[in-house]
């Protein structure tokens, strides 16, 4: 089997999407001044997080995060606002077989990891 070669890879940056909300997650409660500082706070941090497909659990532990951490991004977020109650995100540098993927409906559920 002969394996292709590629020099680039096309990527494509997604419309806004919503990613968290105001009200209870995984019984924490969040109202908007949390979410104004999960704005905030993103503009703090000096990188761009990467997207993933999927969550992984027990990854607060340090040998489980390694393995999460160390996965390829399929996209960045580029920049998180609010809109009312809801917290949305841009996200660029989307390979795009992935964002074909996310465009047909394969995955209908975004969701954020608020540590």
Do not use: C
């Not at 997207?51 to 995060?65: C, I, P, R």
Request: aromatic fraction near 10%; avoid cysteine; glycine fraction near 10%.
């Amino acid at each position: 089997m002969q394996i292709k070669k590629y020099d680039t890879l096309e990527t494509v940056d997604l419309p806004p999407i919503e990613v968290f909300s105001t009200g209870s997650w995984n019984g924490d409660s969040y109202n908007l001044e949390d979410l104004q500082g999960m704005v905030d706070a993103f503009n703090e941090v000096g990188f761009h997080p990467p997207v993933k497909a999927g969550h992984a659990e027990g990854q607060e532990e340090e040998k489980q995060a390694r393995i999460v951490f160390g996965a390829p991004a399929l996209g960045y977020v580029k920049r998180l606002y609010l809109n009312g109650k809801k917290l949305m995100a841009e996200i660029g540098d989307v390979p795009k077989k992935f964002a074909d993927l996310i465009k047909a409906g394969s995955y209908r559920r975004i969701s954020a990891e608020v540590f």
